[in-house]
């Protein structure tokens, strides 16, 4: 489940509580001697996508993070690479390990980035572009977050978490020389105690701290018990930088509350800046020091909010919003270098696209088609960065192609990079077209995607896999989805959408399900279905659905509603909404903004929105999947579900995957492949006719 604004054998890799025995095999399809193949399963190895794209301040160059995969080690490897955006040549930068994060020195000689040191630990290091050197700037205690260059290039400040003693509840007994006694007791009294993909957090806070550029102990310079976040923002005169907090009392239980600070670098000195009720972030200063570009949205307790851009003077006065008229979310707002306007990136309708934007609101599009990391789905997503002359180097992606390196300059856009080029020569691949959806609840249009697979053939009738985003304030767009390929590689059309509740489509739509989710989304994902089945190809009679975290949640609740799907995969959902909440990481969020009562308060209210009180009406075969270290939706939701459907006699499975949080079920190739190919087993059981 997202936040606001808004992923070894084969069968080794799972554990099932009951298993799929012979029936457990690969997605792929088996290979013709020569010419193109299906996508598969072995694939998702090959598979290489940019991120993080930063162009020099000049234009010469851009450095961007390569993301591959190892077949060995079975985890991501990361590079960081420079481009040459006249000629497109690209080489790496040569370091040893993996790399990220790269950020230019405001002369652009120099590159900062984070790599590990040979203890494997993250570290800060700087290269210097003329000589091919490379230093690390300090030794330290833990990774560093944000990144960012003083104006005059002379010191980089940071954030850090600053760990806190443990609390202790009395004297421990002392232990005698050389005993091996059971660990220390764990005492936690924090609010934020566990992160999805972090597990238990060590106590502690993030602070501001500065490193001088060619080297040195870092200096800590902010204090205290609130977190720091970044972008860190300096002001060109080098003597302040800005930063996001919240440093009000019940700052642990307000997770969407922040603030914008100044911090005096000459006495430590920190001034509030914004009076917005709600979040304020992503500070970007204006070349002359006068404004403050800034992300921000005022907390009127809904499910959803717009981030807008906000431009205010630079000491915190005359705030307003650029974009309110927009009704879509901006991100990291970047100035140009005349100051005359600022470049934001933001999704529509699924598409994430890059605007500029002048300081009397009105914008221009400069870039569309932001390709994301997260290859399995087909989630909006993207990044950017603008040189002193207006060139946006941003990630290039499309529904056949992960993301690469693209460039906007003087209204023309050209892709730099094509990673996958040599793999997908040799593939065909499913293809990707808009789906015209009319919702059969008000007649809402609803945006949807339909894939056919390899030698699709419009005379014959095939399977249909209906697949449900997460989020639920996400939105899902015309982007590769490698899961998805293996669905179609087996012969399945697949259809997915933005129901209500996505973002992309306005503050309105997305909170049709404020306090309410599940509902009405529930009615436009069947006609959804209903329009794929319209279009001739589809058999009516072998309907299957699958979705993840809260489209894991739909679909159990689809389940609960009608029978009209052969078979249902709801992988890390929420089941019980009391369990939910009492159990996920964000639990202050959840309580506040989605049901605006806690369980307690409102049993009746919690209780009608979960899929385990219309568990008495399944009888679709469901199997369960999730992580085992899942904290976003804990292994217990899907557990309940398993165990109530076992109870009633309905066919069930329970998969667990090894080591997997939430937000990195699929984040090693070996067990994407494995989920999959577990997901199509199952849809298979229950497949009738013929198969294409």
């Known amino acids: 489940m997202a936040g606001k604004y808004g992923a070894v054998g084969w069968a080794r890799c799972l554990t099932l509580a009951i298993g799929l025995g ?49 077949i060995i080690t079975d985890r991501a490897r990361r590079a960081i690479w420079l481009i040459d955006p006249a000629t497109g040549v ?37 290269r210097w572009l003329k000589t091919g050197a490379s230093a690390r700037l300090a030794d330290l205690a833990q990774a560093p977050g944000d990144i960012a260059w003083s104006p005059d290039g002379r010191q980089i400040a940071i954030t850090m978490l600053v760990e806190e003693p443990p609390t202790q509840l009395g004297a421990p007994l002392a232990r005698p020389e050389g005993a091996k006694w059971a660990e220390p007791l764990q005492i936690i009294t924090k609010v934020h105690y566990r992160q999805d993909g972090e597990g238990y957090l060590k106590p502690g806070v993030d602070q501001i701290f500065l490193v001088a550029a060619d080297g040195g102990a ?38 969407l509350i922040s603030h914008l600070y100044r911090l005096d ?54 705030a307003k919003s650029l974009t309110a008229s927009l009704d879509r979310s901006v991100s990291r707002p970047r100035w140009s270098a005349d100051g005359r306007a600022i470049f934001v990136g933001y999704a529509d309708r699924g598409v994430t696209k890059v605007a500029r934007i002048d300081l009397s609101g009105h914008m221009r599009m400069i870039a569309e088609g932001l390709g994301g990391a997260e290859l399995d789905r ?5 990044g950017f960065t603008v040189s002193g002359a207006g060139a946006v180097a941003f990630t290039d992606g499309d529904a056949l192609h992960p993301p690469d390196v693209g460039l906007a300059k003087g209204g023309k856009t050209v892709r730099l990079t094509h990673l ?12 990707v077209e808009p789906l015209a959806v009319t919702s059969s609840f008000d007649k809402r249009p609803v945006d949807a995607w339909i894939m056919t ?23 899902y767009g015309p982007n590769f989805a490698s899961e998805l390929q293996l669905y179609a590689a087996a012969g399945y059309v697949v259809v997915y959408a933005n129901p209500r509740g996505s973002t992309s489509y306005g503050a309105a739509f997305a909170n049709e399900i404020d306090k309410t989710y599940p509902s009405h989304d529930y009615d436009d994902l069947m006609s959804v279905v209903d329009a794929a089945i319209a279009k001739g190809f589809v058999d009516p009679d072998n309907l299957f659905v699958t979705g993840g975290s809260g489209g894991g949640l739909l679909t159990a609740w689809i389940v609960g509603k009608t029978g009209r799907f052969k078979a249902a995969v709801s992988q890390k959902p929420v089941i019980n909404w009391t369990s939910e909440v009492l159990t996920t990481d964000g639990y202050p969020e959840m309580v506040k903004y989605w049901f605006g009562k806690a369980p307690w308060e409102d049993p009746t209210g919690y209780w009608q929105r979960s899929p385990l009180s219309l568990v008495g009406n399944v009888s679709t075969p469901t199997m369960l999947m999730g992580g085992d270290q899942d904290h976003r939706t804990p292994p217990s939701e899907a557990e309940q579900f398993f165990q109530a459907l076992q109870l009633r006699g309905v066919p069930t499975a329970l998969v667990r995957v090894p080591g997997a949080s939430h937000g990195g079920l699929a984040d090693r190739p070996s067990q994407e492949a494995a989920e999959a190919a577990a997901i199509l087993a199952w849809f298979g059981r229950y497949r009738t006719g013929a198969r294409p």
């Open 22 to 70: 012979a029936t457990l095999v690969r997605a792929a399809v088996a290979e013709p001697a020569s010419g193109p193949t299906p996508f598969s399963a072995r694939d998702l190895f090959a598979l290489e996508y940019a991120a993080d794209p930063e162009i020099r301040p000049d234009g010469g160059q851009i450095a961007y993070v390569r993301v591959g995969y190892d």
């Open 90 to 126: 690209q080489a790496p930068l040569g370091l040893a390990g993996g790399q990220g994060s790269p950020r230019w020195s405001p002369d652009g000689t120099r590159l900062a980035y984070v790599a590990a040191d040979d203890d494997g630990r993250p570290q800060l290091w700087v």
């Open 218 to 255: 870092p200096a800590q310079l902010t204090f205290g018990a609130y977190d720091v976040g970044g972008p860190l923002a300096w002001t060109p005169d080098g003597r302040s930088i800005v930063f996001t907090s919240n440093r009000d009392k019940t700052w642990e239980l307000d997770p």
């Open 265 to 318: 670098l000459a006495n430590g000195a920190i001034t509030p800046l914004t009076t917005l009720h709600g979040a304020a972030g992503e500070p970007a200063v204006s070349p002359d020091g006068r404004r403050i570009a800034f992300v921000g949205s005022e907390d009127h307790g809904r499910g959803y909010e717009n981030a807008e851009l906000w431009l205010m003077n630079a000491d915190g006065s005359d």
């Open 378 to 382: 087909p989630y909006s997503g993207g």
């Open 420 to 431: 996958n080029a040599g793999l997908f020569a040799q593939r065909t691949l499913a293809q």
């Open 453 to 475: 697979p390899p030698g699709f053939d419009p005379a014959r009738k095939y399977p249909l896999i209906l697949e449900i985003h997460g989020g639920p304030f996400a939105s």
